[in-house]
């Protein structure tokens, strides 16, 4: 095992509230168990450019409040070819890089997990996605931001909804996973959800609806890439099926990744950095770090990437239920 003396560390893909805590402290870590700690800017992209910070000890001062990431973020298309990743390998080789941190989601994981097969680099994967869909953790880092952000949207709305009484479709985040909708539309107290993993059947969905009178309003919830189509889709599709009522839709959407993460998504974030360090001095690489049941969960790249994390389906009866 190569002994580790310089760690990389890098944001990619879509950006998350959290990412600056999980980077603070990664450097933190480092600084404290006497090594260096350089950031790189724009994710994968950067790495093959060589746009590295080494000051970064001065960068990461009043960053934990902040949404978004210091170290900027971006998708590359160079990266997934053996090519590209050669490319990054010689850059982070010239700068004498032992190891890397990644924060970020699916698509992060399968860069790291290939540069490290390919160049026998020393990687560590952190969760940080709105979506809270990566295998191996209870929560992402800026999930907790992200739902909080669109409750605060929907408490508005309902506001309006319920001077005009009105049926609001509010649109979320989650082209692939429905955890956004699904915990915003229980926080929300939302009349119902429309996922990615259910289909629902619009007509009668429009029938139970209408014959719920006593409800003068209500708020629907609707994650952007569920099958029924988007918000607009679905208020039209209602609107066919002979819903009595006014219908009005709000697409919440890049609002949700933006803001100060809240405690919950900064306490996830430094706990995480923090251990990705001490593994990486463990000895451990090609693993995801996450948080099961409050404690630290180690899942190797292959699975947090390949394996789905099961939504609870139970929560869904409860929204039916509750909305009565």
Not at 31 to 38: A, F, I, P, R, W
Not at 55 to 80: C, D, P, W, Y
Not at 319 to 324: K, N, P, T, Y
Request: hydrophobic share 35%; aromatic share 6%; net charge neutral.
């Amino acid at each position: 095992m190569t002994e580790i003396k310089k760690i990389g560390v890098f944001t990619s893909g879509g950006d998350a509230p959290g990412m600056n805590a999980a980077i603070r402290a990664v450097a933190r870590t480092a600084y404290g168990h006497k090594l260096e700690c350089v950031g790189i800017y724009n994710g994968y992209e950067g790495m093959m450019e060589g746009k590295f910070e080494t000051n970064l000890r001065g960068k990461i001062a009043n960053i934990m409040q902040r949404g978004g990431t210091i170290l900027k973020t971006a998708r590359s298309k160079e990266f997934m070819d053996p090519e590209g990743r050669a490319k990054a390998y010689e850059q982070l080789k010239n700068r004498n890089i032992d190891a890397l941190v990644a924060i970020g989601g699916n698509g992060t994981y399968t860069g790291a997990m290939k540069l490290g097969q390919e160049h026998g680099i020393p990687i560590i994967g952190l969760p940080g996605t709105i979506d809270n869909d990566l295998y191996g953790t209870d929560y992402t880092i800026g999930f907790d931001t992200s739902i909080n952000t669109a409750i605060d949207a929907i408490d508005k709305i309902r506001d309006t909804a319920d001077s005009h009484s009105r049926l609001f479709f509010v649109e979320v985040m989650g082209r692939h996973a429905g955890y956004i909708a699904l915990h915003t539309a229980i926080g929300s107290g939302a009349y119902s959800v429309f996922l990615p993993e259910t289909d629902t059947h619009i007509p009668n969905w429009v029938s139970a609806l209408n014959k719920k009178r006593k409800k003068l309003f209500n708020i629907v919830i609707v994650a952007e890439g569920n099958k029924n189509g988007n918000a607009n889709d679905i208020a039209q599709k209602v609107k066919d099926s002979g819903f009595e009522r006014d219908v009005r839709v709000t697409v919440i959407g890049h609002l949700q990744r933006g803001g100060s993460p809240t405690c919950q998504d900064r306490v996830l974030a430094s706990r995480l950095g923090y251990q990705a360090v001490n593994c990486l001095l463990q000895g451990d690489q090609g693993v995801a770090l996450g948080i099961v049941n409050d404690k630290l969960q180690k899942t190797p790249f292959n699975d947090a990437i390949y394996k789905t994390k099961e939504l609870n389906t139970d929560l869904l009866d409860m929204i039916e239920l509750l909305s009565l």
